[in-house]
Nanobody, 114 residues
Framework: QVQLVESGGGLAQAGGSLRLSCAAS????????MEWYRQTPGKQREWVAS????????YADSVKGRFTISRDNAAKNTVDLQMNRLKPEDTAVYYC???????WGKGTLVTVSS
């Protein structure tokens, strides 16, 4: 059973930073793409960033230049999302996801105050 567990959410001021982490169980991690999504109440879940097994990255326009996705395949089986220059509109529950098997974490809440 694959498990994805997010951590690192919390409260930040506008202009501040937070770092999210997603810990993945299973030996599959190094060979699959990983993604971050976010969702606010009443809205559809929104794709934020992706990182391929080889390390190439993609970002939603709304976070490009502010967020950085990275992964540690060797030791930790984690995928991180460094969020800088946060804005109130970044407030959401952030989810870790892998399209390989369509596994989701339970999410971690990020709240950005103005």
């Amino acid at each position: 059973q694959v498990q994805l567990v997010e951590s690192g959410g919390g409260l930040a001021q506008a202009g501040g930073s937070l770092r999210l982490s997603c810990a993945a169980s299973g030996s599959f991690f190094a060979i699959v793409a990983m993604e971050w999504y976010r969702q606010t109440p009443g809205k559809q879940r929104e794709w934020v960033a992706s990182i391929a097994a080889g390390g190439s990255t993609k970002y939603a326009d709304s976070v490009k230049g502010r967020f950085t996705i990275s992964r540690d395949n060797a030791a930790k089986n984690t995928v991180d999302l460094q969020m800088n220059r946060l804005k109130p509109e970044d407030t959401a529950v952030y989810y870790c996801h892998t399209p390989a098997g369509n596994y989701w974490g339970k999410g971690t809440l990020v709240t950005v105050s103005s």
